[in-house]
Nanobody, 130 residues
Framework: QVQLVESGGGSVQTGGSLKLTCVAS????????MAWYRQGPGKERELVSY???????FYADDVKGRFTISQDNGKNTAFLQMNSLKPEDSAVYYC????????????????????????WGKGTSVTISS
């Protein structure tokens, strides 16, 4: 059974940094890549960043240049380094990944969207104070 567990959230002041970690059990991120989403108070969940199996990455416009996504190749851990944090970055951050069945990734990310993210963590809360 695949499980994703996020950690690293917390409360920091504007301009601070946090590094989120997503650890998967029963899953290797580098097979299909993975994505980070967030959901702020009263907002819909939005895609923040993703990384593909060949380490290509995407960032939403409002985090570009401040956030960096990475994954340990062949391992089960992915990261989101968040710098120059702003109050509007406050949200619950989730990691997500598609199923990998019989050597095929059932979901994928392309352009500014991800499709078929079947595995989700429970989230880690990030609060940025001004």
């Amino acid at each position: 059974q695949v499980q994703l567990v996020e950690s690293g959230g917390g409360s920091v002041q504007t301009g601070g940094s946090l590094k989120l970690t997503c650890v998967a059990s029963g899953y290797i991120f580098s097979n299909c890549g993975m994505a980070w989403y967030r959901q702020g108070p009263g907002k819909e969940r939005e895609l923040v960043s993703y990384i593909t199996s060949d380490d290509a990455s995407f960032y939403a416009d409002d985090v570009k240049g401040r956030f960096t996504i990475s994954q340990d190749n062949g391992k089960n851990t992915a990261f989101l380094q968040m710098n120059s944090l702003k109050p509007e970055d406050s949200a619950v951050y989730y990691c997500a990944a598609p199923k990998w069945e019989h050597g095929i990734c059932v979901g994928f990310c392309s352009g500014a969207h991800c499709y078929g993210m079947d595995y989700w963590g429970k989230g880690t809360s990030v609060t940025i104070s001004s």
